[in-house]
């Protein structure tokens, strides 16, 4: 029985070689796909945090100054690859995304 376990190893050798190869580049991916979707989870609830953040500044008296007080904070988030502020609106680029715009209406001057 041993002989004949040793011969079916002998010549399965590179198959067996390549399978355990293969489960072993498998169960690297699963944890890489594990953290990934940790780090999407973050990503997700930080534009979440952003974008009520920056819906709370559209809605108040002044959008453009709350744009300029919630910048640092925006720059701030691991997600935010740049953020930049225009005469009336705030763009958030965010990493592995296109930027997203938040446009305030000009004030209107009452005579």
Known sequence: MDE???NLLAKNRKYLTITTLL???LLSCKSSDTQNLSQ???MKDEMIEIKALLDKAMLS?????HFK???PKVQSYSSVDSAWITNTAIFVKFKKGSPLSWIAE??????
């Open 40 to 42: 999407s989870s973050s």
């Open 69 to 71: 007080d919630a910048l």
């Open 4 to 6: 004949l376990i040793a």
């Open 106 to 111: 000009p004030k209107s001057h009452k005579p």
């Open 61 to 65: 008296d002044d959008p453009i100054q």
């Open 23 to 25: 489960i072993l580049i």
